[in-house]
């Protein structure tokens, strides 16, 4: 199959396209930062919708650091309905089906499904590679994961599980119509991360509840956006109310097996914490 992949270059994309390729099918990878050609890739300019032309499935996921992802979306959903793929898969968020149905993402998602295309939609919890990306700073600065969770519990997903579902539900017709939750297999506080964390890197790392209204001035210095500030601080005070603890069993259900568990990425993840 010729596959459209949105994001091909990011935290889940990149997995996706490796996915995709060992299966031995073609990508259009739709980025703004191309990487070196290989044999089944051919990168496409991701602000051109049309470029998915001639794909058999596509790939859309809302970008991060975009407080309206409708917006951003829009065209390319637009652009499947003219070509009529033989699946799209839409990445949205964990607990997005509670939101309001003007909230962008769930406007996006309802769309989708009333479409007529043949899709699924994947809505991932929050991602372990967040504490190698997102909380990195902290970590290598002063040995702290900064974050106003409290002792609330997430069922935190390895971004190469997300990538390895979407290969399998972007190429067959399985789970057609279907919305599923994609977790890992057991929740962790803040806290425990730090101390697995710890355990694989040998480094003393420790958990930091700082206050929310100083995780969104934080934000705000780093250069955010003020919207997406608001955004990120609402999902935050999700996971601290609990709401990113619960588990599912659909990558297992997809996938074969039991997601990669924290200890893996811990270890894999590594070097990225040593500095």
């Known amino acids: 199959m010729k596959v459209y992949v949105f994001g091909a270059t990011g935290t889940v994309g990149a ?18 930062k191309p990487g070196e050609g290989k044999p089944g890739l051919q990168y496409v300019d991701a602000s051109m ?19 309206d992802q409708h917006s ?19 990445m949205t968020a964990f607990g997005v089906e509670h939101a309001p149905p003007e909230a962008p993402m769930r406007k996006l998602e309802l769309e989708l499904a009333d479409s007529g295309l043949n899709y699924t939609i994947l809505r991932p919890n929050w991602f372990m590679q967040n504490f190698n990306t997102y909380w990195i700073q902290g970590i290598l600065d002063d040995s702290k994961i900064y974050f106003p969770a409290g002792d609330a519990k997430a069922s935190f997903i390895d971004a190469r599980d997300i990538g390895a579902v979407a290969a399998a539900v972007l190429t067959s017709t399985d789970f057609n119509g279907q919305e599923l939750g994609l977790t890992g297999a057991t929740p962790l ?12 890197t040998g480094k003393n790392i420790d958990y930091v509840n700082v206050d929310p209204e100083d995780f969104k001035s934080s934000l705000k210095q780093a250069g955010l956006d003020e919207a997406y500030v608001e955004l990120l601080s609402g999902i935050a ?22 997601p990669i568990d924290f200890d ?12």
């Open 15 to 32: 997995p996706l396209v490796n996915s995709l390729l060992e299966a031995g099918h073609e990508v259009l990878a739709a980025t703004r």
């Open 49 to 67: 919708p049309e470029a998915m032309k001639g794909a058999d499935s596509v790939f859309l996921l809302s970008p991060g650091g975009l407080p």
């Open 72 to 90: 951003v979306l829009k065209p390319y959903l637009d652009q499947a309905r003219s070509i009529k793929p033989e699946k799209t898969v839409l």
């Open 189 to 200: 506080d803040h806290s425990e991360v730090a101390r697995k964390i710890s355990e694989a």
């Open 237 to 258: 005070a999700a996971l601290r109310d609990g709401f990113a603890a619960p588990v599912t069993d659909h990558v297992k259900k997809v996938l074969g097996r039991d």
């Open 264 to 275: 893996r990425y811990a270890k894999d993840y590594a070097s990225a914490w040593k500095g």
